[in-house]
């Protein structure tokens, strides 16, 4: 089961499941992937409210905006987790479940069972980073998400601005994709809602590290973290003189603005060409 719209998104913005009135103004903020939230962004006394409210909500969403939406489910072993899948079952349509706290293959495989839709799982915990192998080749998976700020909690760490401390383990995230052949994993939030020089910073690291997308908790982070991702102008035209110059070699390596270009190298101008579009 795939979901081209969801494998293909930069942007995942948070949306309240209690605040169904920002629900439109979402999917209207030109985030490719909006997630409604059930879990941390809902009081405890606001849980069955968040579930109604997307229910009641759910005819108002037309074909393409279900494609672009995941639910946040409350993490398994809570009280609302059973009710939570239950409840996605009554949403046809939906992009994907986000399941927070991910630990196991089983729990990500009985969620995509109990719901019928793709899974990202939220890798938020030291258990989660140790099972990530698994996690990633489990029944449903979409692709994977990093929950930094949990995890950072649940390993008493305390990372500098750049996050360097976190460095192994969103490599590790990439490499356990590709192995278990997913797209691109998506990053954790930038909390500084309104510093625009901070978001670009993450969203390049981001890039960097190989990620293909990267959560978003303000609509004013989308433009930045779309900007960012992207490949720039002067890498379009370098993939593109590659492009050129391999058909006019006809075969084996050749050179490019003085360097040797051979079969990574043309991979690499593809793959900039390709989430250029």
Request: overall charge neutral.
């Amino acid at each position: 089961m795939t979901r081209p719209v969801l494998s293909r998104a930069r942007s995942f913005l948070f949306v309240p499941g209690h605040r169904p009135e920002r629900f439109a103004k979402a999917l209207a903020s030109g985030a490719d992937a909006v997630i409604v939230d059930l879990e941390d962004a809902v009081p405890l006394d606001a849980k069955d409210a968040a579930r109604a409210a997307l229910a009641a909500a759910w005819p108002d969403f037309d074909a393409a905006q279900r494609a672009r939406l995941l639910v946040r489910v409350n993490p398994a072993g809570t009280p609302w987790h059973e009710a939570d899948l239950a409840a996605l079952g009554d949403l046809p349509g939906l992009g994907a479940l986000m399941l927070p706290k991910a630990e196991t293959a089983q729990q990500i495989a009985r969620a995509f069972h109990t719901c019928g839709v793709p899974v990202l799982p939220l890798i938020e915990s030291a258990e989660g980073v140790g099972q990530m192998d698994a996690i990633a080749r489990a029944a449903g998976v979409l692709r994977l998400g990093l929950g930094h700020i949990d995890l950072q909690a649940d390993l008493g760490m305390r990372c500098g601005p750049d996050e360097a401390e976190l460095a192994p383990i969103r490599l590790a995230m990439v490499v356990a994709s590709r192995r278990a052949g997913l797209v691109a994993p998506v990053d954790g939030v930038t909390t500084a809602t309104t510093d625009a020089q901070v978001l670009a910073q993450d969203a390049q690291r981001s890039r960097r590290f190989g990620f293909g997308a990267k959560l978003c908790i303000h609509p004013a982070q989308v433009v930045g973290v779309h900007q960012a991702l992207a490949p720039t102008e002067a890498e379009c035209a370098w993939a593109e003189r590659v492009l050129a110059a391999e058909g006019q070699a006809r075969g084996g390596a050749f050179s490019v603005d003085g360097k040797m270009v051979d079969a990574p190298v043309l991979l690499l101008a593809r793959q900039i060409l390709q989430t250029s579009r």
